[in-house]
């Protein structure tokens, strides 16, 4: 039994559809640009087809009637090319420019626009006869081969019918008088000329969708494959678990050897521990110099002793520092006077166990913190 994760089942990403597009592959419908190019060619004729007609008229005419001089004189004869080269080039220049609408925009209608060096490039596997055979008669060499007898089931039909359509107005052109037979006759050819490239469209609007459907096929990926490019693109998961593990020790490292230099940690008692620091000549105001919850806040609280930092129990305290300051910030505003309380408490204290003063009063329980800040 196949191995399901090999099974192209997932939709290609963005990445995969990024790195193809690099490489040339991309939806194409060549019947699309072949459709519009025949259908603006016809249109362009009826539109210029008697401009065209009356400037050959002309071109003829000058041509044909050349003087002595021009005849013999180059200089003349170039004077002469010159007109004619003028009377073509205005109606021949919209034509092509019709067509040339038409023709880039078939390329580009499907995919969008494209270009691709390595597409461009040499590919030796088409080159390979074995490949060639294999498209010839896979799945897509039927395809081809359908819209091969469809076009010439749907032109020669069309062909048929538009000749019907218009053989009475054809075989009556002798008795119309010169020139205006000629330019009937033009019209004509526009009009049967158009019929027959419009019998296109509808192999152009079957292979559309087709192309758009075979290209998504192609760039179907496998379950294994939208995971291989997931762990390149975000790296593997144990690695990146294993450089946060190393962030965070290098973190928490790096907070152990501040609390030292903390003027007093505020307990949960157990769960959380913040350790603050104040200047009191600086103009900051306290700030957090590390935090922490369970194993990490019996951490800070056993550092604390051993340095005979204050440690003061105030849970309510303690968990707003803990959910709205990071470590190196400063405590917000709105508990400047509970943890002011704190530290004159502190200070005090300091001050009584080096016999400066008398014993503080103990700290109130009820510390001024706002409601929107209890957690």
């Known amino acids: 039994m196949a191995d399901e994760s090999q099974e192209k089942t997932e939709d290609p990403t963005a990445k995969r559809k990024s790195e193809a597009k690099k490489k040339g592959q991309i939806a194409r419908s060549k019947e699309l640009g072949t459709t519009l190019v025949l259908v603006s060619s016809a249109i362009a004729f009826l539109l210029l087809g008697q401009s065209l007609g009356q400037a050959m008229m002309n071109i003829m005419r000058r041509t044909f009637t050349l003087s002595h001089d021009e005849a013999y004189d180059y200089t003349h004869m170039f004077q002469a090319w010159g007109a004619v080269i003028q009377e ?14 038409g023709g880039i925009y078939g390329s580009i209608a499907l995919g969008g626009y494209n270009f ?18 294999k498209r010839m008669f896979g799945p897509n060499g039927l395809v081809e081969l359908f819209k091969a007898v469809a076009k010439f089931t749907v032109v020669g039909t069309s062909t048929y019918v538009a000749l019907s359509l218009f053989q009475d107005e054809a075989l009556h052109l002798d008795l119309e008088v010169y020139p205006a037979n000629l330019f009937h006759a033009l019209e004509l050819i526009g009009w049967i000329f158009l019929i027959i490239c419009c019998a296109t469209i509808p192999i152009a609007v079957f292979d559309v969708p087709y192309q758009s459907y075979k290209h998504n096929k ?22 990146k678990s294993r450089i946060r593990k190393l962030q965070y020790q290098a973190a928490a490292n790096r907070m152990m050897k501040a609390v030292p230099e903390a003027d007093v940690v505020v307990t949960n ?25 369970d194993e990490l806040a019996m951490h800070i609280r056993k550092i604390a002793t051993a340095h005979d930092v204050p440690i003061i129990e105030s849970p309510m305290l303690a968990r707003a520092i803990f959910f709205t300051t990071e470590v190196d910030q400063q405590i917000p ?43």
């Open 269 to 293: 008692p157990t769960h959380f521990s913040v350790a603050l620091k104040y200047d009191q000549d600086g103009e900051m105001a306290p700030f957090v110099v590390a935090k922490g919850g």
């Open 88 to 101: 073509i080039t205005v109606p021949m220049a919209f034509y092509m420019v019709i067509v040339a609408i």
């Open 218 to 239: 192609e760039m179907k990926m496998s379950k294994q494959e939208v995971k291989d490019e997931h762990k390149n693109a975000d790296g593997d998961p144990q690695v």
């Open 333 to 375: 505003d709105k508990l400047f006077m509970a943890v002011a309380q704190v530290l004159a408490y502190v200070y005090q204290l300091k001050q009584f166990k080096a016999g400066k003063g008398h014993r503080p009063k103990p700290l109130a329980k009820d510390l001024p913190i706002p409601a929107e800040l209890h957690y």
């Open 116 to 133: 691709s060096w390595e597409a461009a490039g040499p590919k030796a596997n088409k080159l390979n006869p074995i490949s060639g055979l």
